[in-house]
């Protein structure tokens, strides 16, 4: 069974860079050709998806981020990373780090339990 | 951001039907991609509950089921439960946004 651990700091000031690591066990991230997400919730509103990062390296990245996130992977630690730049009070919501399919328009089969950022000064 | 489509909220008595529509369009839905459901408790994760159009994971109760045409899809809760009061999305893959996939804009369904 796949699990997904999803750290970092809670808050993070205005125009910081957020960076928060997921930690997967049960599997191994370069394996198996899966696409590892990074998606969040605003609160009180819906899901978006930040990005995908293939179990190659490759990686696609919401256009409405302009170019502010960075995904990556570190697979001597089994960890997926996200930083996004230039943070502003909109940026504030938990973030989720998921595993997909083998293709990026499957489901998502797993999702960590999230972690709640709050942008503030 | 959502190009998907959901009514905010849906209610229904015990035992009853309800669905649960997704609008999408012609770059998404309409294109052919697949459209998968999650159900979120509140303060969790969502939860797979839908996948590829009208396919159950092991484990969900036949009492869900999809469907998909054109630019929409659906999601049908028959015998509705008390469990079954939770936040629904869906999901499927748009070609405008750079390979990234869409949900939707969430629908609450409570029972009365």
């Known amino acids: 069974q796949v699990q997904l651990q999803e750290s970092g700091p809670g808050l993070v000031k205005p125009s910081q860079t957020l960076s928060l690591t997921c930690t997967v066990s049960?599997?191994?991230?370069?394996?198996?050709?899966?696409?590892w997400s990074w998606i969040r919730q605003h609160p009180i509103k819906g899901l978006e998806w930040i990005g995908y990062?293939?179990?190659?390296?490759?990686?696609y990245y919401n256009p409405s981020l302009k170019s502010r996130a960075t995904m990556s992977l570190d697979t001597s630690k089994n960890q997926i990373s996200l930083d996004l730049s230039s943070v502003t009070a909109a940026d504030t919501a938990v973030y989720y780090c998921a595993r997909g399919g083998h293709s990026g328009y499957d489901q998502i089969e797993y999702w960590g339990q999230g972690t709640l950022v709050t942008v503030s000064s | 951001q959502s190009v998907l489509t959901q009514p905010p909220s849906v209610s229904g008595a015990p035992g009853q039907r309800v669905t649960i529509s997704c609008t999408g369009s012609s770059s998404n839905i309409g294109a052919n991609y697949d459209v998968h459901w999650y159900k979120q408790l509140p303060g969790t994760a969502p939860n797979l509950l839908i996948y590829g159009n009208n396919n159950r994971p092991s484990g969900v109760p036949d009492r869900f089921s999809g469907s998909k045409s054109g630019t929409s899809a659906s999601l049908a809760i028959t015998g509705l439960q008390p469990e079954d009061e939770a936040d629904y999305y869906c999901?499927?893959?748009?070609?405008?946004?750079?390979?990234?996939?869409?949900f939707g804009t969430g629908t609450k369904v409570t029972v009365l």
């Open positions: 049960g599997g191994s991230i370069s394996g198996g050709g899966y696409y």
């Open positions: 990062i293939y179990s190659s390296g490759s990686t």
């Open positions: 999901q499927s893959y748009d070609i405008s946004l750079s390979g990234v996939g869409v």
